[in-house]
């Protein structure tokens, strides 16, 4: 299998998933871009041949946009796949899937797109993409949701039913290993983009009432996104400054630390009503599957694939979207009982051991590359 991997971003923070791919599968190439230059391993930048800061970001963005212009960066990448021998392409994202949709099929490449979350969901980018998805539907090998509801959408898309696979992204079992020691005092633990779907502000709401209850309580909110200041300030509005934690962008060492340390993950996604995200949802969170793997209560809600990898009562503790109070509840359960809260934790790791470790995401996507490339190379032989 000659394999390329295209996302958007060379470097994207949050996108574990994306970094254990290119560790861990056969890849022989690497494309991404955006507002930063395109570039693919071997070979270095595909540069446009004007040298204006502002043209080459509008270059590269149409490249992997998927513009009707054919400039030279698209010929220097069909030239670079055609060298490498690339049979095919596993795309990261709707839209970077979308790009990539002209390309495949000018070279026979089979395309295996990787949707992700607000690809499928954000009512912007539907709008915009919505008739390319149906395109992909016709062209691509197989179409991956990370969850039940997102197949469901996508099908709604357009997308046959047939070509989707539902493949979690996994976490990394070398790195997140079983906890061992629950706190004294409670800590909790949530990582993530501060942007509308996963509501930050909630999840401080909800412990703003844990400490009514439990003074000693900490919280720590790692990320960065449009709604930190935001959240900052209701931290200070609400007297809790000192008890909340904000450490910015975290690696994934500084997770699974956190991780050991806490009494329990956080997390209160929603579905915007309104403004730019309405629409918008999670995938399958991989923090949700870190703290899984860890050990880790998860109290989080019921949205999108955290209800389906969380089983309420047993691996972990799920309340309905802007429930601040049945959230408090959750998180004082866990730190109340402590039995409980390792039952739970021990629960969820069997769990991911068996269903969502990075050897399970990787055994998947290999199953599914093989076979696109094997369809590929019987379309070549025909």
């Known amino acids: 299998m000659s394999l390329a991997i295209a996302s958007p971003s060379a470097q994207a923070a949050s996108e574990t998933f994306i970094r254990m791919q290119v560790e861990r599968l056969p890849c022989r190439m690497r494309i991404h871009g955006g507002p930063v230059a395109n570039e693919t391993i071997p070979g270095g930048p595909i540069e446009p041949l004007r040298s204006i800061r502002g043209l080459m970001d509008t270059a590269i963005e149409v490249l992997l946009y998927g513009s009707k212009w054919d400039g030279p960066q698209r010929k220097e990448l069909k030239r670079r796949l ?6 095919v392409i596993l795309a990261n994202y709707g839209p970077c899937a979308v790009a990539l949709l002209p390309v495949c099929v000018d070279l026979n490449i089979a395309l295996v797109a990787h949707f992700h979350g607000y690809d499928a969901h954000l009512g912007s980018i539907v709008r915009e993409y919505g008739d390319r998805y149906r395109e992909l539907g016709r062209v691509a090998r197989t179409v991956i949701a990370v969850s039940s509801v997102m197949a469901q959408t996508l099908e709604g898309l ?3 039913r047939k070509l989707i696979r539902i493949v979690r992204c996994g976490s990394d079992e070398r790195l ?5 020691v629950f706190p004294q005092n409670p800590l909790y633990f949530g990582v993530g ?6 509501a930050p502000y909630l999840t401080l709401l909800a412990f703003a009432k844990v400490r009514e209850r439990c003074p000693a309580a900490r919280l720590v909110l790692a990320g960065e996104g449009p709604l930190l200041e935001v959240t900052q300030n209701l931290a200070r509005a ?4 000192s008890a909340v934690e904000f450490p910015g962008v975290v690696t994934p060492d500084q997770v699974a630390k956190y991780m050991q340390e806490a009494t329990a993950f956080v997390q ?3 579905v915007p009503h309104v403004g730019p995200s309405r ?3 999670e995938g399958t969170p991989v923090a949700v599957l870190e703290a899984m793997l860890t050990g880790l209560p998860v109290v989080a809600t019921r949205h999108a694939g955290i209800g389906e990898v969380i089983q309420d009562g047993k691996t972990g503790l799920l309340i309905e979207e802007r429930d601040i109070d049945g959230m408090a509840k959750a998180m004082l359960k866990v730190a109340q009982d402590r039995d409980f809260a390792r039952a739970l934790g021990q629960a969820a790791r069997r769990e991911a051991l068996e269903k969502y470790t990075g050897d399970c995401y990787i055994r998947s996507l290999k199953e599914i590359l093989n076979e696109a490339a094997g369809l590929e190379l019987e379309s070549r032989a025909a």
């Open 82 to 87: 055609k060298r490498q021998g690339i049979r």
């Open 158 to 160: 357009g997308v046959p």
């Open 176 to 180: 997140f290993c079983e906890k061992r």
């Open 193 to 198: 983009r501060f942007v509308d779907k996963k």
């Open 238 to 241: 609400l007297g809790l400054s």
């Open 268 to 270: 209160h996604s929603i």
């Open 279 to 281: 629409g918008d949802s």
